[in-house]
C-alpha cells in the first residue's frame, strides 16, 4: 500500500515538473522574436573569436544582456540550422534588436572585422553617437561631414543627406573606417535599395522618416501614411510629435516645446517639415509610396501595447487619448 501510495504522489509531481519544462522551452523559444529593451539602441561591441560554439556565443550574448534566453537562441541557430556559419569578428550589437535580428547580423559575411548596424529611424546624431562610441570616430566627425564633405555625384540628393542614409548591417575595417567613405556607402544603398517612380521623392522620404518614428507596428504604416497624405492634400497641420522632438531632441514633449516657432512644428505649422526627421527603412518608405486611404484622419500609438488607435474624429481622438496615453 505505502508502494503504491508513493507512485500516487510521485506521478503528479513528475508530470508538473514536465509542463513546467515543456513551458519553459516553449518561453525560450519564443523569446527569439523579442529584443532586451526596445527603447535602449545604444551599441555595444560583441566579439566572438575563431571556433566559439554556438552554445558559447548564445551564452556570451545573454551575458552582455543582448538576448532573452541562451537556450532560446542556441536551439533557434540549430533548428534552423545555422549554428555552424556564425562568422567570427568584432560586430555592433544592441539591445533593441531581436535574438533573429542578432543571429541575422552574426551569420552575414563581412570583408572587415566588424559589423556595424544602423537602426532604422536613426537620424544623423544618432548615427555619429553609435560609431563615436565604438571608437570608430570622434565626436561630431559623421555629422560635420555630412555638411561639409561633397556628395554632389548622388544626384538624387536633394541638398541635405537625413533621410538618405539607408540603415543596414555594414561590415568595416576600423583601422581604415572613415566617415566620408561611411557616408558613400550609405548612400549608395539607398540608391540600390530604393525605387520611387510617381511622385516626389524628397516628400515621399520625409513622409517615410515620420511614418518611422510615429509607428511600431509594420501592418499600420500604409493606414498612417494615408492620414498623413490626405491631411497634407486637405491644408491640415499634421500634428506630429515626432517632427518636434527632432527640434528638441528629447522624447517628450511639454508645452512650451508646442509653442517652438520651428518649420518642424507640425502642430504650429501646416506642411511638411523642411527635411526628413530620421532616416527611414525600407517599409517605410514603401508605405510612403503606397499610402492606404481610410476613413480615419487622427491615429495615436498606446503607450503600454505599442498599438496604432484610430479616430474619425477628433473629439473620438481626445478620448482615445485619455485612454491611451
Known sequence: MRKKKQRIRIFPTFLLTVLVLFAL?????????KAVDLENDSPVIFEIKSGESASRIASNLKSEDLIKSAYGFS??????????????????????????????????????????????????????NSLAKANLIEPGEFK????????SDYDFLPGYLEGYLFPDTFFIDPETFSAESFIRRLLTNFQSKVQITTG???????VASIIEKEVRTEEDRALVSGIIWKRLDNGWALGMCS????????????????????????????????TPISNPGLASIEAAANPEYSEYWYFLTATETGETIYSVTNEEHEVNKAKYL
Open 25 to 33: 522551452h516553449v518561453n525560450a523559444m519564443n523569446s527569439i522574436d
Open 75 to 128: 536551439k533557434y541557430l540549430s533548428k534552423e540550422d545555422l549554428d555552424s556559419q556564425i562568422q567570427a569578428g568584432r560586430y555592433i550589437l544592441n539591445r533593441s534588436m531581436t535574438g533573429v535580428e542578432i543571429a541575422e547580423t552574426l551569420l552575414t559575411i563581412g570583408s572587415g572585422e566588424m559589423a556595424v548596424t544602423i537602426i532604422e529611424g536613426w537620424t544623423i546624431s544618432d548615427i555619429d
Open 144 to 151: 560635420t561631414c555630412t555638411e561639409t564633405c561633397d556628395f
Open 200 to 206: 516626389s521623392l524628397e516628400e515621399t522620404i520625409i
Open 243 to 274: 517632427t518636434i522632438n527632432y527640434i528638441t531632441g528629447e522624447t517628450e514633449i511639454t508645452h512650451e516645446d508646442i509653442a517652438i516657432d520651428s518649420p518642424y512644428n507640425t502642430r504650429k505649422y501646416a506642411g511638411l517639415p523642411p
